[in-house]
T-cell receptor, first 107, second 117 residues
Framework: EDKVVQSPLSLVVHEGDTVTLNCSYE??????LLWYKQEKKAPTFLFML????IEKKSGRLSSILDKKELFSILNITATQTGDSAIYLC???????FGAGTRLFVKA | KAGVTQTPRYLIKTRGQQVTLSCSPI?????VSWYQQTPGQGLQFLFE???????NKGNFPGRFSGRQFSNSRSEMNVSTLELGDSALYLC????????????????FGPGTRLLVL
């Protein structure tokens, strides 16, 4: 059965800390992955990763994919309270979601 | 460009009733996917429509159905509502959806929050 496993499930940090969120895939026909951030409402797109080993960056956020190991990490440096959200990484054509990582950044 | 819109935003129904939710994708997008999100189960895929045809289906009972119109707008119907159907229902649109083997992003609507009493 295809699945996406995210870890940790929840995380509480202080502003300024750096966090690493993990996403591993047990899916068939793996092609690419996306990272989403969900605050109060709908998920918003962060990154799409299609190539192994190439880091994508957007401000304080960065992500990298290991296609061989079917593993991805999302790094957030110098965290801010606005980073508090659930982070999702769907797999298999966006039909399978993990439980998400709930990040809470304390002021 | 307008984003994905969903109506209604909130809905309260009683057990046994049926409900229809609507989703209008971003202009030009032909793929619409529906998801159910609950605190216990997280985000779960319901189905995807592309050019008026259901292309993918998740693991939900037959009470959950959908359709897509020629203008790409989509509706989702849940019949014989159960308490466990209380959830946030999200739809997301993209140009080609799973036809791109996952290599395109999708944009989510604000969701319809359904409460079944």
């Amino acid at each position: 059965e295809d699945k996406v496993v995210q870890s940790p499930l929840s995380l509480v940090v202080h502003e300024g800390d750096t966090v690493t969120l993990n996403c591993s895939y047990e899916v068939t026909n793996f092609r690419s992955l996306l990272w989403y951030k969900q605050e109060k409402k709908a998920p918003t797109f962060l990154f799409m990763l299609t190539s192994s080993g190439i880091e994508k960056k957007s401000g304080r956020l960065s992500s990298i994919l290991d296609k061989k190991e079917l593993f991805s990490i999302l790094n957030i440096t110098a965290t801010q309270t606005g980073d508090s959200a659930i982070y999702l990484c769907p797999g298999r054509f966006k039909t399978i979601f993990g439980a998400g990582t709930r990040l809470f950044v304390k002021a | 460009k307008a984003g994905v819109t969903q109506t209604p935003r909130y809905l309260i129904k009683t057990r046994g009733q049926q409900v229809t939710l609507s989703c209008s994708p971003i202009s030009g997008h032909r793929s619409v996917s529906w998801y159910q999100q609950t605190p216990g189960q997280g985000l779960q895929f319901l189905f995807e429509y592309f050019s008026e045809t259901q292309r993918n289906k998740g693991n939900f009972p037959g009470r959950f159905s959908g359709r897509q119109f020629s203008n790409s707008r989509s509706e989702m119907n849940v019949s014989t509502l159960e308490l466990g159907d209380s959830a946030l229902y999200l739809c997301a649109s993209s140009f080609r959806g799973s036809g791109t083997l996952g290599q395109e992003t999708q944009y989510f609507g604000p969701g319809t929050r359904l409460l079944v009493l």
